[in-house]
C-alpha cells in the first residue's frame, strides 16, 4: 500500500492506493476483516516507527515483571504471586495505551517529523513512568489486603507519589491529544470523510477529559492523596457518557452519508 506522506512537499492531498474502490484491498480491511467501524484505516505495512514503538512498548513490560528469578522457595513463590494483582493492573494500562497508539497509526499512517517527535516523547515517558506506576499499584495494593508495613508511606511521600503518576497521566494523554489534534488539521490531505473527522474530533475530546482529569487529580494530591487516587473514578462515567452521546452522533451521520 503506498501513500504520499503528509509532510511532503507537494500539496495535493494524501492518497492511497489501499482505498475501498481498489481491487485489491489489504486484509486488514477485506470484508468481514473490518477492524474498525466507519472508519478506513490509511496504514499500509508496518513502519519503522510502528516496529520501534512495539519494541520500546514490549521493553516496558518487562520492567513490569514481579521477578526475573525463579523463585527458590515457598516464601519467595507467595511473594511473587502476591504481585500478580499489581502486575495485571499496570499491564492493562499499559495495553490500554499500547492500544491507542495503534489505532492511532493505523487510522492515519502518519509518518512527518512532527508525529515523530510525539512518539519519542511519549516512549520516553512511558519508560520514565513504569517503576512510579509499578510502585503505586504495589502500595495499593498492600493497603487494600492490610499486608503494608507500618509507616511505608508518610502523607508528604504519598503526596509527592500520587503527583508523579498524575504527571504521568497527564503527559500521556495530552500527547494523544495531540497526536489526534494533528491528524485532524490534515483530515483533508488524509481525505477523511465527515464521519472520520467526527470520530476524530471525538478521540480528541477524550484524550481531553483524561488529561483533565489527571490534572485535578495532581491538585487533589496536595491536600489529600488518598482522594487524589478516587479522582480517577470519574474516567469511568464521563467516558461512558461522551461514547454514548457522541457514538450515537457518529452513527447518526453515517447513516445519512
Not at 35 to 49: A, D, H, M, Q, V
Not at 76 to 88: D, K, N, Q, Y
Not at 179 to 197: D, G, I, K, S
Not at 224 to 241: D, F, K, Q, V
Request: aromatic share 14%; charged share 15%.
Amino acid at each position: 500500500m503506498s501513500r504520499k506522506h503528509p509532510h511532503s512537499p507537494s500539496t495535493e492531498p494524501v492518497s492511497y492506493t489501499g482505498s475501498s474502490q481498489s481491487h485489491e484491498m489489504a486484509s486488514e480491511h477485506r470484508r468481514g476483516l473490518l477492524p474498525e467501524k466507519y472508519f478506513r484505516w490509511r496504514s499500509g505495512e508496518i513502519t519503522r516507527l510502528e516496529a520501534f514503538c512495539d519494541v520500546v512498548f514490549g521493553f516496558a513490560l518487562t520492567l513490569l515483571v514481579v521477578s526475573l528469578e525463579v523463585p527458590r522457595n515457598f516464601e519467595e513463590l507467595m511473594h511473587a504471586v502476591r504481585g500478580f494483582v499489581p502486575f495485571a493492573v499496570c499491564f492493562a494500562q499499559l495495553v490500554m495505551i499500547w492500544r491507542a497508539h495503534y489505532i492511532f497509526s493505523r487510522r492515519y499512517g502518519l509518518e512527518d517529523s512532527y508525529t515523530m517527535f510525539l512518539n519519542f516523547v511519549l516512549l520516553f515517558v512511558i519508560l520514565f513512568f513504569v517503576y512510579p506506576l509499578k510502585f503505586v499499584f504495589n502500595v495499593l495494593f498492600m493497603e487494600v489486603t492490610g499486608t503494608a508495613p507500618p509507616g511505608l508511606l508518610n502523607d508528604a511521600q504519598a503526596s509527592t507519589l500520587m503527583r508523579i503518576y498524575a504527571v504521568g497521566s497527564f503527559a500521556v494523554f495530552t500527547l494523544f491529544l495531540l497526536m489526534f489534534a494533528h491528524a485532524y488539521q490534515l483530515r483533508h490531505r488524509l481525505q477523511l470523510n465527515p464521519v472520520e473527522t467526527l470520530k476524530t474530533r471525538n478521540s480528541m475530546q477524550e484524550n481531553l477529559l483524561m488529561a483533565a482529569v489527571a490534572l485535578v487529580a495532581f491538585f487533589v494530591a496536595f491536600r489529600n492523596p488518598a482522594w487524589s487516587g478516587w479522582s480517577y473514578a470519574l474516567l469511568g462515567p464521563m467516558l461512558t457518557a461522551h461514547g454514548m452521546i457522541f457514538g450515537k452522533k457518529v452513527r447518526m451521520l453515517a447513516e445519512k452519508t
